[in-house]
């Protein structure tokens, strides 16, 4: 079992930042994938950012050379960097857990970008 709990959202004027964090606990916290999603009212929820166990990154196109993706194994924490954040930004962010073949989410945080 893996809990996740996000933290870190928040209301920011356009061009600015937010750092997101994800706290894990549960499990062996380095063995875990881990990946942030977000949902937009009215829209389906949609990848933004992964962080394997090996430390191997990706994003979405819409968010790349914005937001970094990073793990501290230390702390069973990962975060979400986010600059330049635009108002099509704003959503509600989710982290999520995988392991083995178990899937693990957090409750959310809301991030809202005014312009």
């Known amino acids: 079992q893996v809990q996740l709990v996000e933290s870190g959202g928040g209301l920011v004027q356009a061009g600015g930042s937010l750092r997101l964090s994800c706290a894990a606990s549960?499990?062996?916290?380095?063995?875990?994938?881990l990946g942030w999603y977000r949902q937009a009212p009215g829209k389906q929820r949609e990848w933004v950012a992964g962080?394997?166990?090996?430390?191997?990154?990706n994003y979405a196109d819409s968010v790349k050379g914005r937001f970094t993706i990073s793990r501290d194994n230390g702390k069973s924490t990962v975060y979400l960097q986010m600059n330049s954040l635009k108002p099509e930004d704003t959503a509600v962010y989710y982290c999520?857990?995988?392991?083995?073949?178990?899937?693990?989410w957090g409750q959310g945080t809301q991030v809202t970008v005014s312009s």
């Open positions: 999520r857990g995988q392991l083995d073949f178990s899937t693990y």
């Open positions: 549960g499990t062996s916290f380095s063995m875990v994938d």
């Open positions: 962080i394997l166990a090996s430390g191997s990154t």
